[in-house]
């Protein structure tokens, strides 16, 4: 009988399986576990990956088209399995195979590593666009370093938040190809004699390439990340003399500048660990590109038209002194010529305004890891500042301050108006990289943010507002003198991941509706579910696919910390990381006032509620104090709540520990709310919340971020808006000494916290700090927002109670969803920043 080509392929893959299960992981086929048979096939799948990799890398040699590089410090890229089979198109000849070996699919994912190199949102983000920019054949790489260890692994003891390594490479990965031949030095320290710098410690930046599959087209494009390994392994010599620690004592350094992620999320870091950090995979990366560069190119001036490096944030911007550096003192350019090259060939991505995250290192300690790029910073800022000096010398000596103050940019209208001695250079000041430490005298900072602007093409935010705001605050100046350069580029994420791969099920009504499969790479498709959302037998059928969702989130709460929820409750979730502007205590404010409202209700009143899952689930910095007892608040809230008799399963409160990408992954498809109510003005973007848009969640929110273009696509009536408005923060904080928040619920919700019901004293200075205005200023405005929240959360108690209307919005919110596709986001940066156009493998 002869096979038809689809049973020769299942064959072929079940042949390599098991010849992978008997020789790479050298067990019988018979007996394997889980994670035996998760290596079989990972292994099976990795070289599928590199053969498609290995062609499109070639053609890519071959066509020499413009690359993208992204560089970012971090990369969240979860699990690979499913992706990969799924954008490898391999469900098929692997699913059957994978059933003989009598596990599912999703049964050896749960066996794989997450991927945790990165904190939350900026990680995350980074690790879609690799999945965008290879879907849409843009040729482009990601760079990075292989931390050994990342995000912390989350626990709780007593509540509170502990903290372990993430060892996510100890049962190896098959998803990395190590270059061990393929190593850049890197140098720290010694001195600069005449323009040539004589480092003092020499490392190698050794690269691991990550494949990255795109979805519907052969291109596989690359992650490129580095590991950090000493010039020598071993001092033979000091071992001899009986100095064993001596002997290892450089392979420990080296290794410790790849040993770990900072685990800070929009706050910086200033250790110099990170620093070299920086520069570590900054200019491994550029040496990496300079080298392939010059394999087919002579003339340096051609880098801006085969290269543009997009940095994530500032982590990355002492690349404006590397590739100084590098084309001036490696490739013996002018600095003119190098400077045109530099400022054309780089672009800048802002993603906060919170003042602590904004990275400015010290001078010295710049000078002393970095001697060579301090001297260039202090050149492009003195070249700078001189060339504006005409410009501000005319704008201030040419006319009195009064009517200057009109025509005039940022800078020069705020030293007027400061009336100081020296107008000129007090305007000029505002403009410069290196400033003076306002909390110590005579400290200087490099701020990297105003490098990376001046150093670049062009500076994008990463959501409308936050474009607007950023060029209104931080960079008002520099936006005034080039507002061409400003441009927003509002976030997406990958529906591949995020819709079609972890929610089956309604990703299967969507093509059965739809027709056809083609919306998870054409987004703006899902516009055309907009005409179902009256449909009573479509309505229930998405509500028959949430129950599902709900239930497997149920399974994963009792199995993850043992509380048993209820499916016929409102499922209502606020995932992301712990942050006193996320304002996770608001949220709890509402829980207590919920869990009091059901204690003095009769059972009566008590029927009519509407039951409630509240999910809570993100990571605190660890030496972030009031976020960690933000955490600890849920849990002692939890803890009164879930077993008081009174409530059953009309409250339930969950603190899910160690939330990740995987985690996600199950949260998001079985959530029927989803909390985004940072204070205005605060929350850059936000990404989750486009994840939620498209598996049909509700939103609750406050007008920021991406929330406003959320409420735009997918109908402002739909979401439960609440809170006061970014262009009102300044004045009410200002107000905020003489402010009191009239509601009595408020009070009774301070007092429940402050009682006898908790340990003595646990919640005080997290209630001063919102309540008590002669000890704080309550920042981010909770007793401002604080009765239009529960307004709110009233109203999705009144929706859930007509299930066809609340099913009508959630169609509404998917069907809105096509905008926020990271294909969609990409296509822009390519088309508007980069310059990169598709180069795609033809099918031969
Ligand atoms: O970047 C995301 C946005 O969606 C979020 O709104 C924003 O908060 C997040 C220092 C950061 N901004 N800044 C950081 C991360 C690590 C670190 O060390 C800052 N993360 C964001 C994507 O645009």
Excluded at 9 to 16: L, P, R, S, W
Excluded at 482 to 508: D, H, I, M
Aim: neutral net charge; glycine residues 6%.
């Amino acid at each position: 009988m002869q096979l038809t080509r689809v049973d020769q392929q299942k064959q072929e893959a079940e042949t390599e399986i098991l010849r992978k299960i008997a020789y790479q992981v050298g067990v019988d086929a018979e007996t394997v576990t889980a994670q035996q048979a998760y290596q079989g096939v990972a292994w099976t799948v990795r070289e599928r990956l590199i053969d498609a990799f290995n062609k499109t890398q070639a053609y890519w040699r071959e066509k020499d088209p413009k690359f993208i590089y992204y560089l970012s410090a971090e990369f969240l890229m979860g699990r690979t399995l499913t992706n990969a089979v799924n954008n490898l198109g391999l469900e098929g000849e692997f699913g059957e195979a994978i059933r003989k070996l009598g596990y599912s699919l999703e049964e050896l994912q749960s066996q794989e590593q997450n991927a945790s190199l990165g904190n939350g949102g900026l990680g995350r983000l980074a690790a879609c666009f690799l999945d965008s920019i290879a879907t849409l054949s843009l040729p482009g790489w990601g760079y990075g370093i292989r931390y050994r260890y990342g995000m912390f692994r989350q626990g709780l003891e007593n509540g509170f938040q502990s903290e372990s390594p993430d060892t996510w490479l100890t049962n190896g990965n098959p998803w990395e190809i190590p270059r061990r031949d393929l190593a850049y030095k890197i140098g720290f320290y010694g001195s600069v004699q005449d323009g040539k710098w004589q480092p003092a410690e020499q490392v190698y930046a050794v690269a691991y390439d990550n494949p990255i599959p795109g979805y519907g087209t052969k291109t596989v494009g690359n992650l490129r990340l580095f590991d950090c390994q000493p010039m020598s392994e071993f001092k033979l010599a000091s071992f001899n003399e009986g100095k064993y620690s001596e002997a290892t004592e450089d392979k420990r350094k080296a290794e410790d500048i790849s040993a770990v992620l900072y685990p800070n999320d929009a706050t910086e870091y200033g250790r110099e660990l990170r620093l070299k950090q920086q520069i570590f995979f900054v200019s491994a990366a550029m040496q990496d590109t300079l080298a392939r560069f010059k394999k087919t190119h002579k003339d340096m001036k051609e880098l801006p038209s085969k290269a543009c490096f997009q940095m994530n944030d500032t982590h990355p911007t002492i690349g404006v002194a590397e590739l100084m550096r590098l084309l001036i003192d490696q490739e013996g350019l002018q600095w003119e010529a190098a400077w045109d090259i530099t400022t054309k060939t780089l672009a800048f991505t802002n993603h906060t305004v919170m003042p602590e995250a904004l990275e400015k290192w010290p001078v010295a300690v710049i000078g002393k890891l970095l001697p060579r790029h301090m001297e260039i910073i202090e050149k492009i800022d003195s070249i700078w500042i001189e060339s504006l000096r005409k410009k501000v010398t005319a704008q201030v000596g040419s006319q009195s301050p009064k009517n200057a103050l009109e025509k005039v940019a940022g800078a020069v209208k705020g030293a007027l108006e400061e009336k100081t001695a020296d107008p000129v250079e007090a305007a000029l000041a505002k403009y410069s990289i290196i400033t003076e430490n306002p909390w110590e005298k005579g400290v200087k900072l490099v701020n990297m943010a105003f490098m990376a602007t001046i150093g670049s093409k062009s500076t994008n935010g990463v959501a409308a507002i936050h474009s607007e705001i950023i060029k209104e605050t931080i960079f008002k100046d520099f936006y005034e003198l080039s507002p061409e350069k400003f441009q927003n580029k509002t976030n997406g994420v990958t529906p591949r991941r995020w819709l079609a791969y972890c929610n089956p099920g309604l990703s299967k009504l969507i093509t059965e509706t739809l027709g056809s499969n083609e919306w998870i790479a054409k987004t703006d498709q899902l516009a055309g579910l907009r005409k179902f959302s009256d449909d009573k037998a479509f309505q229930k059928k998405w509500r028959s696919i949430k129950l599902e969702n709900k239930q497997r989130l149920a399974d994963l709460i009792k199995s993850r910390v043992g509380i048993s929820v209820p499916t016929n409750a409102l499922y209502d979730v606020q995932i992301k990381r712990i942050h006193e502007y996320k304002r996770q205590h608001l949220n709890m404010f509402s829980v207590v006032n919920r869990y009091l409202n059901i204690k003095a209700a009769s059972p009566e009143e008590r029927k009519k509620m509407v039951p409630r899952v509240v999910v809570i689930g993100g990571k605190a910095a660890s030496a972030y104090v009031m976020a960690k007892k933000m955490i600890k608040l849920v849990t002692a809230v939890g803890e009164v709540v879930n077993k008081d008799p009174d409530v059953g399963d009309l409250l339930k409160v969950v603190f899910l520990p160690d939330y990740n990408v995987s985690l996600a992954e199950v949260i998001v498809p079985g959530a029927e709310v989803s909390q985004h109510i940072s204070t205005a003005g605060t929350e850059a973007s936000g990404t989750s919340n486009m994840k939620f848009q498209m598996n049909g969640c509700l939103i609750i929110g406050t007008m920021d971020g991406a929330n406003i273009e959320i409420a735009q696509e997918s109908g402002k009536e739909n979401m439960f808006v609440f809170g006061v408005d970014a262009k009102d923060i300044g004045r009410l904080r200002e107000e905020r000494k003489n402010f009191k928040v009239e509601d009595p619920r408020w009070n009774k919700i301070m007092q429940f916290l402050t009682s006898s019901t908790f340990e003595a004293g646990l919640f005080q200075d997290l209630v001063d700090n919102v309540n008590d205005m002669s000890k704080a200023n309550d920042w981010f405005l909770l007793g401002n927002d604080f009765s239009d929240y529960l307004r709110a959360q009233d109203e999705i108690d009144a929706l859930y109670k007509d299930q066809d209307a609340w099913t009508k919005r959630s169609i509404l919110y998917t069907a809105g969803s096509g905008f926020f596709s990271s294909d969609r986001c990409i296509d822009q940066y390519a088309k508007e920043i980069w310059d990169v156009k598709p180069c795609e493998v033809p099918s031969s």
